[in-house]
């Protein structure tokens, strides 16, 4: 597993991608297997039912959270620190 930040390479275009994240709070899945590939200059919608783990993707991608499993990849360099923020 790959952690936040972690300076693997990836596509050109690719500013985040999101592998096959998984995140469980105790025994309650959230999230199994979700994926996101951000491209710069292209807009993306997340969509799902409630529930889903559209949110819990989200906030892994921006490293406030670490999934349990999964990988994400970044290929632009952070702004600001974002702090970790309570379950």
Do not use: F, H, W
């Not at 952690?3 to 899945?29: N, Q």
């Amino acid at each position: 597993m790959g952690a936040v930040g972690s300076g693997d390479s990836l596509p050109v275009s690719s500013v985040l991608e999101a592998d096959c994240v998984a995140k469980s709070y105790g025994a309650r899945r959230v999230l199994t297997s979700g994926s996101l590939r951000a491209v710069a200059g292209e807009v993306r919608v997340l969509l799902g039912r409630n529930g889903a783990g559209k949110s819990t993707l989200m906030k892994i991608a921006a490293g406030c959270v670490q999934p349990d499993s999964g990988s994400v990849r970044e290929s632009v360099p952070r702004l600001v620190d974002i702090q970790a923020v309570p379950a």
